[in-house]
């Protein structure tokens, strides 16, 4: 077991049998007695990891989103065709039956064509509070491993672990947190085109409460493709009024998962290993489960030293892209509403109302990129941490 704080590892230690240690990533990738690792450390430093694992020939099984930006997700896709190691990612739907019987059942004609990809992250945030200056770092705590090809600064939140997910130089906010998951089964909807967005259009912010988070809590999210559209939607805030008593809104009794419309029904499935089809009328007609077991998936394609395609970095990296590319759009916005039809302006409404009903009356604005452009996006690295070559 890693990890650069020592505290995480006592805790660990007193569950598990007695395992080695350490808190150093490139101990573990250089030490010959270890095979394969999972990753599932921030965001940020999901590529370095990886690629210094790849270099030194180890399998790896990287949590989502495989990369913090476009540019590694495709060094990643490159290391893994040099190389032939068993690289997968952890979008599990991809390791559950039930998803892929649905759309192989689909594709045999059921349903008619595609009509829209619908994603969904109605997920409850609170505000992660305002530090009035630098927070101290525990001691137990190895920060410049924890910064790692990012710049070494001052602490500007309350809590180190889990809140970086809300502040764009560590985290992808909930979009390429828990939306990605859901991302990638739209992009699966779409028969897994192997490309970026031809365009992305974004709208929403960070609203309900001032905090050290910078990235968007509220968005509507459109990812165009010569395959067809994905339309996806993040809110973190409550019904109304800010109550988080009040719990979060649902569509098709989900809040949490994708809704994919077709000319003849939908399919319908939250963040389990279940999917439902209903028909024109809303009428179910046929139900997929399976067991969660994508581990067991990555264990035994190490074993062989065969992996399905779906499962590896290149799928991995096509559908973090897409909300790679909207948090893009979103940083580039334009500072004004929008001027927008069809089912964005649909979903965009929507969104209004529901930040009326929180007290949130500001202009929302929009980004507009080409997916084309969010792949020159990147940040800076670290000497000593940079992105190695495999």
């Known amino acids: 077991m890693c990890d650069v704080d020592e505290g995480q590892l006592e805790k660990r230690l007193k569950k598990y049998a007695k395992v080695k240690t350490y808190t150093d990533y490139r101990k573990v990738c250089e030490d010959p007695e270890v095979d394969a690792i999972t990753v599932a450390t921030c965001n940020h430093t999901h590529a370095l990891i990886a690629l210094t694992a790849a270099a030194n020939g180890k399998h790896v099984f990287l949590e989502k989103p495989i990369s913090h930006n476009i540019m590694e997700g495709e060094k990643l896709t490159a290391a893994q065709a040099k190389t032939g190691l068993v690289m997968a990612h952890g979008f599990q739907r991809r390791s559950e039956e039930a ?17 829209l990809a619908r994603g969904l992250c109605y997920k409850p945030r609170k505000s992660i509070g305002k530090a009035k200056g630098p927070v101290k770092v525990a001691d137990t705590i190895n920060y410049d491993l924890w910064c790692g090809p990012r710049e070494v600064k001052p602490l500007r939140r309350k809590n180190l672990h889990y809140d970086w997910h809300w502040q764009a130089e560590y985290g992808n906010g909930d979009l390429g947190n828990q939306g990605v998951h859901q991302l990638d089964v739209c992009r699966w909807a779409l028969g ?12 929403g912010g960070r609203y309900g409460y001032d905090d050290d988070g910078d990235t968007a809590n509220t968005s509507v999210t459109m990812a165009k493709f010569d395959e067809g559209e994905i339309l996806f939607e993040v809110r973190g805030l409550p019904k109304a009024g800010m109550d988080w008593k009040k719990g979060m809104n649902s569509v098709e009794r989900t809040s949490v998962g994708n809704i994919i419309e077709y000319e003849g029904g939908k399919l319908i499935g939250g963040h389990t290993s279940t999917c439902r089809v209903v028909d024109a009328d809303g009428k179910e007609i046929k139900k997929f489960q399976s067991r969660n077991d994508h581990l067991h998936v990555w264990v ?34 334009a500072k004004k509403e929008p001027e927008v039809a069809g089912r964005f302006n ?11 009903a929180n007290g949130v009356t500001q202009p929302v604005a929009m980004g507009l990129a080409k997916g084309s452009a969010a792949r020159g996006w990147k940040r800076e690295y670290r000497k000593g941490f940079e992105l190695p070559e495999v």
Request: with cysteine.
């Open 99 to 115: 998803w892929a019987k649905a759309f192989a059942w689909i594709a045999e004609g059921n349903l008619g064509k595609l009509k």
């Open 192 to 203: 897994d085109p192997k490309s970026l967005p031809k365009e992305v259009m974004t709208a």
């Open 300 to 333: 035994e394609a190490c074993l062989r030293q065969k992996q399905n395609a779906m499962h590896g970095m290149e799928s991995g990296h096509f559908s973090a892209a897409i909300a790679q590319a909207g948090d893009y759009a979103q940083e580039n916005q």
């Open 346 to 356: 649909e979903a965009f409404g929507r969104m209004k109302e529901h930040l009326a």
